[in-house]
C-alpha cells in the first residue's frame, strides 16, 4: 500500500512562529506536492517538486517555502506563521514526471495560527 | 487559465437515490479528467478518471464521461449508500508536466 504519512494531523502556533511541516511517502514517487485546503475554496497549490532539491512555485506560494533535500521527504515552511495560514494542508505524491499519474495524499494537518 | 467548475454542496441524498455532480471545464488542448474522494478525516483519493474524449471512467458504482463537445465530467451513480458520504473533487491536467487543477469540491450526504 502507498503511504503518504505528514508529521501531525493537528498544529497550534502562534504568530511569527517558524512552522514546519513534514511529508514522507514510501513509494519512490518522483513528485510531491503541497496544497492547502479551505471551505468554499477547494484545494490549492502551494508549491510541488519533481525531483531532489527542485521546487516550482504553485498558485498561492507567497509566506511559504519548502525543502527536498531526500526524495522521500517534502517539507513545507512557513517562515513566519500568520493567523490567515490556519488551513488544512495537504501533501500529495506521484509516480512518474507528469500528472496524468494518480497523485497519493495524506491524511493532512489542520494548522491553527493564534 | 485552466479551470473546473463543479456544482455547489452540500448535496443531501436518502440511501439508494441517484447521484449526479456536474462539473465542467476550461482547458486548452486535450486535458486529463479526474474525480477525487475525501471521507471523513482523510486525504483525497482517486476515485476514478478519463484521459480522452468519450472515455467512460468507474470505480465502485461511480462512473463519470468526458465530454468534449460540452467540456463536462458529471459525476453518477446509480443507487448511493451512507458510505458515499464524503466530498468529491473534479480535477484536470492539460498535459503531462503540469500539476493538477481542482474544482471546490462538493460535500455529499446520504442519510439511511
Known amino acids: 500500500d502507498v503511504k503518504v504519512t505528514q508529521s501531525s494531523r493537528y498544529l497550534v502556533k502562534r504568530t511569527g512562529e517558524k512552522v514546519f511541516l513534514e511529508c514522507v511517502q514510501d513509494?519512490?514517487?518522483?513528485?510531491m506536492f503541497w496544497y492547502r485546503q479551505d471551505p468554499g475554496l477547494g484545494l490549492r497549490l502551494i508549491y510541488f517538486s519533481y525531483d531532489v532539491k527542485m521546487k516550482e512555485k504553485g498558485d498561492i506560494p507567497e509566506g511559504y517555502s519548502v525543502s527536498r533535500e531526500k526524495k522521500e521527504r517534502f517539507s513545507l515552511i512557513l517562515e513566519s506563521a500568520s493567523t490567515n495560514q490556519t488551513s488544512m494542508y495537504l501533501c500529495a505524491s506521484s509516480f512518474e514526471a507528469g500528472s496524468y499519474n494518480e497523485q497519493f495524499f495524506g491524511p493532512g494537518t489542520r494548522l491553527t495560527v493564534l | 487559465g485552466d479551470s473546473v467548475t463543479q456544482m455547489e454542496g452540500p448535496v443531501t441524498l436518502s440511501e439508494e437515490a441517484c447521484l449526479t455532480i456536474?462539473?465542467?471545464?476550461?482547458?486548452?488542448?486535450?486535458?486529463?479528467l479526474f474525480w477525487y474522494v475525501q471521507y471523513p478525516g482523510e486525504g483525497l483519493q482517486l476515485l476514478l478518471k478519463?484521459?480522452?474524449?468519450?472515455d467512460k471512467g468507474s470505480n465502485k458504482g461511480f462512473e463519470a464521461t468526458y465530454r468534449k463537445e460540452t467540456t463536462s465530467f458529471h459525476l453518477e451513480k446509480g443507487s448511493v449508500q451512507v458510505s458515499d458520504s464524503a466530498v468529491y473533487f473534479c480535477?484536470?491536467?492539460?498535459?503531462?508536466?503540469?500539476?493538477?487543477?481542482f474544482g471546490k469540491g462538493t460535500r455529499l450526504s446520504v442519510i439511511a
Open positions: 480535477a484536470l491536467t492539460p498535459d503531462t508536466n503540469t500539476p493538477l487543477v
Open positions: 456536474n462539473c465542467t471545464y476550461t482547458a486548452t488542448g486535450y486535458p486529463s
Open positions: 478519463a484521459t480522452k474524449a468519450d
Open positions: 513509494m519512490d514517487h518522483e513528485n
